[in-house]
């Protein structure tokens, strides 16, 4: 009875607030979840709300300072409070690996210089955010089970398939996000309510070709194939649909990473040496093959670099110029503010309040002029603890799809690594999520 009171308030205060969308979210949220939650089991309710939920309604929430706060950051908080608020079981504190240790280092780090900055309130609310992208995932996931896991992968596959329709639909109709800058020289497909805008719906493609292919792995009968095989197409053709470059960046480093860590496997092992020869002749293949799978718009671009100071009357060539141009100012913005301001930074969060971009267009630019060097010492320390566990993880996987396994999440990190560099990814919140989330899974022990 109080679960359902506490719901009902919740939905008519985000009525009152003219919050229709979350309230209805939370509304059939709740009427599918309310037999779960009734009989205590939160964890499992959670999931299901993350996996399914997440991906179908990832940008809504309550706009505040310019920005949105994510609904299901204030879910993840309040959960992770819950925990908190329990005395910390040895179980708990044994799974504090050296991960969220260094997550714990960097959102001090990020937590001191917000109360530094020049804007507390604006600061702290891109902490909050940081908060729930680099250690609350760990606490969600400390009493995970193989058999929730299932679960959460159904629902993954479920809202994968929903999007990847919903955009295909929008195709078909000839759907476009119109604007004066490409309206009529490139189709930006973008899902709206769902992921807006068609770099973050390739780079979500890209993120589940990668989720689907460790589940077809941990398959354990023919149905489970079958629907994550599904998944696993969708999430490709989601790519395909978006007309976005780094989705497809992100799945040739995976594939190409995978490439190179089995030859250094099999160099090693004379028995598989031979399937060396064998596998190279099916990259010329790929690599021509891909010539016909990808979009117009990646050739037009890096066509388009032959241009760049020189100019072209075609207006394709000029729009992505004025792209490449626009990318290039950005960055010259965010290091002139990091040069004024190299130790703290200009504050968190602050980088669109001083400057007419709404981000640094990349994760490192932005993290330098926001945060200086403290902030990016912070997060190299992440960086190095996230690459020492991923490594001693394949090297104690024996058997061989553990081990690749380990190898899939390695070539995704170093995928969003080098994607940093163009786009900020670690502050696109559906993506750090289910990144967490494979992370945890592949390298800390399942709850029994």
């Known amino acids: 009875m109080l679960v359902l009171l506490v719901a009902s308030l919740l939905v008519f205060l985000l009525v009152w607030f003219n919050q229709i969308v979350l309230a209805f979210i939370f509304s059939v949220a709740f009427a599918f979840l309310s037999p779960t939650i009734k009989y205590g089991n939160f964890e499992v309710a959670l999931l299901f709300f993350l996996g399914f939920f ?86 969600v996931m400390l009493r995970l089970s193989e058999a929730h896991y299932q679960r959460f992968l159904y629902c993954i596959t479920a809202s994968t398939l929903i999007v ?31 992921l807006g805008d068609s770099l973050v719906l390739s780079m979500y493609g890209a993120m589940m070709t990668v989720y689907h292919g460790l589940a077809l792995i941990r398959a354990r009968n023919d149905l489970e194939r079958f629907w994550f095989g599904l998944g696993l197409l969708a999430s490709l053709f989601c790519i395909r649909l978006s007309l976005s470059r780094n989705g497809i960046l992100m799945v040739a480093v995976v594939v190409g990473v995978l490439f190179l860590l089995r030859f250094g496997t099999w160099i090693l092992s004379r028995r598989n040496a031979v399937k060396i020869p064998i596998v190279l002749i099916f990259v010329p293949m790929l690599a021509y093959g891909s010539l016909f799978i990808m979009p117009q718009d990646v050739y037009n671009r890096i066509t388009s670099i032959f241009y760049l100071f020189s100019g072209s009357p075609d207006p394709v060539i000029a729009y992505n110029i004025r792209s490449t141009l626009g990318r290039l100012e ?41 945060t ?77």
């Open 372 to 448: 200086g060097l403290v902030g990016i010492f912070g997060y190299f320390i992440f960086w190095i603890a996230v690459w020492i566990q991923l490594l001693r993880a394949r090297q104690q996987a024996h058997e061989f799809w553990d081990k690749l396994q380990v190898e899939l999440v390695i070539a995704l990190f170093l995928a969003m690594s080098l994607v940093s560099f163009f786009e900020p990814i670690f502050k696109l919140q559906v993506m750090s999520f289910y990144f967490f989330f494979l992370l945890r899974q592949n390298i800390c022990k399942a709850s029994a």
């Open 164 to 194: 990847t329709l919903v955009g295909l639909i929008q195709r078909l109709s000839g759907f476009q996000f119109a604007s004066t800058a490409d309206g009529e020289v490139s189709i930006r497909l973008g899902v709206p309510a769902t």
């Open 54 to 139: 997440l991906p179908l309604f990832p940008d809504q929430g309550l706009l505040i300072y310019g920005r949105i706060l994510n609904w299901y950051d204030v879910i993840l908080l309040l959960f992770f409070v819950s925990l908190m608020a329990r005395p910390l079981s040895r179980e708990t504190l044994s799974r504090m690996d050296s991960i969220s240790q260094a997550s714990l280092l960097f959102l001090a780090v990020l937590l001191v210089l917000a109360f530094m900055s020049q804007d507390r309130l604006i600061s702290i609310r891109d902490w909050v955010s940081y908060a729930v992208n680099f250690l609350l995932v760990w606490f």
């Open 330 to 370: 950005n960055y010259r913005e965010a290091l002139r503010l990091f040069v004024n301001n190299p130790v703290s930074g200009i504050g968190l969060g602050l980088y669109p309040h001083l400057t007419k971009f709404e981000d640094a267009d990349g994760f490192y630019p932005g993290l330098a002029a926001e």
